[in-house]
């Protein structure tokens, strides 16, 4: 289980003031990887294959765990040169903008 910071704020509706803000967190639970799914981006792909970085599963995931929202860059960091290589030959030729690696956010963001 992966637990997500979120941030909340307690606004004051008649001056707009921000009252309170705090941290809660929310828990992502694991995926049934019994079907084939990845347990980090709940898709079904090979383990040589980039995880789907528009699964919102992969997005919440990494963002709890690294405290970055990641990208296509960082869904294929595990994935060896040839297949970066062809799969971002193929989301270019699609219109997709592929981004460098997002860093590990900071200590204390």
Not at 62 to 71: K, S
Not at 80 to 103: F, H
Request: net charge neutral; with cysteine; hydrophobic share 30%.
């Amino acid at each position: 289980m992966t637990q997500i910071p979120i941030r909340t704020s307690t606004v004051n509706m008649s001056t707009g003031e921000t009252e309170k803000t705090e941290v809660a967190h929310m828990t992502l639970l694991p995926c049934d990887t019994s079907k084939g799914q990845c347990a980090y981006c709940a898709a079904v792909h090979l383990p040589n294959e980039p995880h789907n970085a528009q699964s919102l599963y992969y997005q919440y995931r990494i963002y709890g765990e690294r405290g970055i929202w990641p990208n296509w860059g960082n869904a294929m960091e595990h994935c060896d040169g040839a297949t970066r290589q062809r799969w971002k030959a193929e989301l270019v030729s699609r219109g997709v903008t592929i981004d460098q690696l997002v860093p590990r956010a900071p200590a204390g963001d």
